[in-house]
């Protein structure tokens, strides 16, 4: 188990080293398919859907885990999505079992969670101002009503597709094709700068409040204030409180208070705990991996 945690572990910092470095967008997306892949490719051992089932969650729980061992960046955001992952894998399994229609199942379900966090996340920072503001801009645009709905379905299906094509590259590749995948992520050799990883929980909810997606969302919202309200005022102040939001939320998101809190909530479950030190070792491990 440690061993499968500590490979998804080296993976995830590979690739998310690469697509960041390289500024592609959607990175959460080819992160979340990754994961998939990994749990099918390591799922062979399993003599049941339930050990199945049980592993993928297990290795995940392990990783998310060990998020919140990182010295100053983001925490919980990371956590929460490889935990829900896993687990959206996991009932996949159960339902259908390990044979390939099972993993399908898995993977697309898998696949919803980087829909779900973002929207959460817009939510949490707009409120019910989000939904009004859909609304206006659907109707400007002259979308059916549920136009933006079903903008999120196809790119939910191109992404379930695209997934099950690679898990079809797998199933006839076999794990050679993966291990292949892993070692050319690993011979690439870029790694997040340690400047980067030592950032103040401060400077990177700053940086993270003032990310390209959310000034796009805040002119997008600022536009809709404005002739929604049709005060300036009132837009700025509106404008402000999202921001003030926001960078609340992102602070709390990198605050180093949260590796504290889940040890001592692991504490509390003998079987949590368990996942704890396991993580714990993981973490270790990919130190010594990474120099």
């Known amino acids: 188990m440690i061993e499968k945690a ?9 690739l998310g080293s690469i697509l960041h470095g390289l500024q592609i967008p959607f990175a959460g997306h080819f992160l979340s398919v990754n ?37 100053a960046g983001r925490r919980l955001g990371p956590m ?28 697309a379900l898998l696949s ?23 609304s206006y801009y659907q109707e400007k645009l002259n979308l059916p009503k549920t136009g933006f709905l079903y903008i999120v379905l196809w790119a939910y299906l191109l992404k379930v597709i695209l997934a099950t094509l690679c898990l079809f590259l797998l199933k006839i590749k076999g794990t050679e094709l993966f291990f292949r995948y892993e070692k050319f992520l690993t011979s690439i050799k870029l790694i997040p700068k340690k400047d980067s990883q030592k950032l103040h929980p401060l400077k990177g909810a700053l940086k993270d409040t003032l990310r390209p997606s959310l000034l796009l969302s805040y002119f997008l919202m600022g536009t809709f204030f404005y002739f929604h309200q049709k005060d300036f005022a009132i837009t700025l102040w509106l404008i402000l409180r999202s921001l003030s939001i926001a960078f609340v939320l992102f602070f709390c998101l990198r605050s180093p208070l949260i590796s504290e809190k889940i040890e001592m909530l692991a504490k509390k479950n003998q079987y949590l705990y368990s996942l704890y030190q396991k993580a714990n070792t993981v973490s270790r491990r990919l130190k010594e991996e990474l120099g």
Do not use: C, H
């Not at 490889?82 to 399908?104: C, H, M, P």
């Not at 919803?112 to 859909?134: E, H, M, N, R």
């Open 6 to 14: 500590l490979n998804l572990s080296i993976i995830e910092v590979f």
């Open 35 to 71: 994961q998939g892949l990994f749990l099918y490719i390591n799922n062979d051992e399993a003599n049941s859907k339930f050990q199945s089932a049980k592993m993928s969650f297990e290795i995940s729980m392990i990783v998310a885990i060990m998020k919140s061992f990182s010295p």
């Open 80 to 107: 929460i999505s490889i935990s829900a992952q896993g687990f959206l894998y996991a009932i996949g399994t159960l339902i259908l079992g390990r044979n390939f229609i099972g993993q399908v199942l898995s993977i």
């Open 112 to 134: 919803i969670w980087s829909f779900i966090q973002p929207l959460v996340t817009f939510f949490l920072i707009y409120g019910s101002d989000l939904i009004k503001a859909l």
